[in-house]
């Protein structure tokens, strides 16, 4: 947050030079993850309370020994940031994400392609500015659209890589910490369908309790649950109502692992 208010005070440049701009999203992404993060697309920054951002061909790039460059690469980004919240808690009241790909992997010694080596400074001025009070949550998203993207991981203790495939899909995170979702896709090439919502989600963190219902539909396997568990931080006092049909069992553990 420091470093971002620093640069927002170069407003002129900020707002109309997007090589400048673009040089300081990578240097920061770069001094904290030790990975290049390249935008070969337009980028742009509307400044207000509610500050919108759109870039194009995001690129962050995986480690050496990953076989393919990028970790993550975006096709199309488009956000919202309530500018105010990052002096607390930063709130994204909207984003979309298009034609991306995100891969998890692990090899042989162990090593992961999501550890990033740690930055002694930036964990003492974390350290600073931690709020005992704060909610549990870094940042609070309102909005999610995903359109044509996916997911692959892999590692050397997994019998098949998963390949989760993302038609469509949307997360509303509503009034009362009600948060629903909707995602059309594929996962291993077989249909994967989802639908549902679980109301309060800071119950997993606070304690009480939580409702959920979720209906789920990966191939020829179909899940479908609703219920409460009288305290959501333990997991204690389930009152649960859940229909399995499909082969068995078996296939959905070895699936998810």
Not at 13 to 29: H, I, M, S, W
Not at 59 to 65: E, G, Q, R, V
Request: include cysteine; glycine fraction near 10%; aromatic fraction near 6%.
């Amino acid at each position: 947050v420091r470093e971002t208010q620093a640069w927002m005070l170069d407003r002129n440049r900020l707002l109309n030079d997007e090589d400048f701009l673009k040089e300081q999203v990578a240097g920061l992404v770069g001094k904290h993850t030790g990975r290049e993060l390249t935008i070969t697309g337009p980028l742009d920054i509307d400044l207000g309370g509610e500050t919108r951002i759109s870039a194009a061909g995001i690129h962050f790039a995986n480690p050496d020994w990953a076989e393919n460059t990028d970790m993550v690469s975006i096709g199309q980004l488009e956000a919202t940031i309530d500018l105010g919240s990052l002096l607390s808690r930063p709130r994204i009241p909207f984003i979309s994400l298009k034609d991306c790909h995100v891969e998890l992997l692990q090899n042989e010694n162990g090593d992961a392609n999501w550890a990033f080596p740690v930055d002694d400074d930036a964990e003492t001025e974390a350290e600073e500015v931690v709020d005992e009070e704060a909610p549990f949550l870094p940042v609070e998203l309102q909005s999610i659209s995903i359109e044509r993207c996916g997911l692959f991981a892999n590692s050397p203790n997994r019998e098949a890589p998963v390949d989760l495939r993302i038609d469509s899909g949307e997360l509303d995170n509503g009034s009362a910490g009600r948060v629903s979702s909707r995602i059309r896709g594929s996962i291993n090439d077989e249909v994967l369908e989802l639908d549902g919502w679980v109301t309060p989600v800071r119950a997993f963190v606070d304690g009480g309790e939580v409702r959920f219902e979720l209906s789920a539909i990966a191939g020829n396997i179909g899940l479908e649950g609703k219920g409460r568990f009288a305290d959501a931080a333990t997991l204690s006092g389930p009152e649960i109502e859940s229909r399995f049909h499909g082969p068995e069992i078996g296939v959905i553990i070895d699936l998810f692992a």
